[in-house]
């Protein structure tokens, strides 16, 4: 059984609807999709250029070609630089791209209160 059987519909003005399109074209997703995030109180964040997945692409690359090197040299430090340089890519992608909790306490700072 389908698990989304509500509809939602809202009238806008054309500034706030020429707004709302122009949001979700930045983040790169469905009105649906983004209407979902809001509704789980998650606020989507707006896609990076395609450059910065190939910036990404290329550090992973380089921690590959050094993670390799570590094994076959069994170099540990320079293994154990390898992780830092993978939880720093993992850091860097997740504040780029994962939409962000809204909780009360984001909720709070946002508005300033």
């Given at each position: 059984m389908r698990e989304r059987t509500k509809t939602f519909s809202v009238r806008l003005s054309e500034k706030e609807h020429n707004n709302l399109n122009r949001i979700i074209k930045k983040c790169g997703t469905t009105k649906s999709a983004f209407i979902r995030s809001v509704a789980n109180r998650y606020l989507p964040?707006?896609?990076p250029p395609d450059e910065y997945f190939q910036f990404i692409k290329r550090l992973a690359d380089i921690g590959n070609s050094l993670y390799q090197i570590s094994y076959e040299t069994e170099n540990d430090?320079?293994?154990?630089?390898?992780?830092?340089?993978?939880?720093?890519?993992?850091?860097?992608?997740k504040f780029y791209t994962v939409p962000e909790r809204m909780d009360a306490k984001w909720l709070q700072q946002k508005s300033g209160t």
């Amino acid at each position: 059984m389908r698990e989304r059987t509500k509809t939602f519909s809202v009238r806008l003005s054309e500034k706030e609807h020429n707004n709302l399109n122009r949001i979700i074209k930045k983040c790169g997703t469905t009105k649906s999709a983004f209407i979902r995030s809001v509704a789980n109180r998650y606020l989507p964040k707006e896609r990076p250029p395609d450059e910065y997945f190939q910036f990404i692409k290329r550090l992973a690359d380089i921690g590959n070609s050094l993670y390799q090197i570590s094994y076959e040299t069994e170099n540990d430090e320079l293994g154990e630089q390898v992780k830092k340089l993978d939880e720093l890519i993992l850091e860097i992608n997740k504040f780029y791209t994962v939409p962000e909790r809204m909780d009360a306490k984001w909720l709070q700072q946002k508005s300033g209160t």
